[in-house]
């Protein structure tokens, strides 16, 4: 079993454990996408799952590419004047994991890099499964 010091981010530490989510039905799901000028938005920067007992896991990535996992709530968006804008909302149909809403989460499998730490999270359901990887610093969510 690897320790949870190689698990660990050198930079963010080992963060939130995803497990709590297994057992639980996936309720909720917000994003947070980076909007430049009038084009859609369409760089996803981070992801909430709000499970049924209210608690909510933020997934997103770090400067040094690590995946974090933590425990905290979707934020307001913000401008970032010349820069763009995030905007956070409720996912509809632009992550898999909308197809999974109402679902109960089977499973959960975490990957990890020793100089990173987490480098990716599959979390499963009864009709498949999504996979979140950090990618070159983005985050990418895939069936």
């Known amino acids: 079993m690897e320790s949870e010091?190689?698990?660990?981010?050198?930079?963010?530490?080992?963060g939130a454990r995803p497990e709590?989510?297994?057992?639980?039905?996936l309720e909720e799901v917000f994003a947070a996408?980076?909007?430049?000028?009038?084009?859609e938005a369409e760089?996803?920067?981070d992801v909430w799952l709000i499970d049924s007992q209210g608690s909510s896991v933020h997934i997103t990535?770090?400067?040094d590419w690590c995946l974090i996992?933590?425990?905290s709530s979707p934020h307001e968006g913000y401008d970032m004047d010349s820069w763009g804008r995030v905007e956070v909302a409720p996912v509809g149909d632009r992550t898999p994991f909308a197809a999974h809403l109402g679902e109960d989460v089977l499973a959960v499998r975490e990957e990890f890099e020793p100089k990173t730490g987490r480098i990716a999270l599959e979390v499963a359901f009864a009709s498949g499964r999504v996979r979140c990887d950090s990618w070159a610093g983005d985050l990418r969510l895939s069936k």
């Open 5 to 14: 010091k190689v698990n660990q981010c050198p930079l963010h530490g080992s």
């Open 61 to 63: 990535t770090g400067s």
């Open 20 to 25: 709590p989510l297994v057992g639980r039905r």
């Open 33 to 39: 996408w980076h909007r430049s000028g009038d084009e």
């Open 43 to 45: 760089d996803l920067l």
């Open 69 to 71: 996992v933590e425990s």
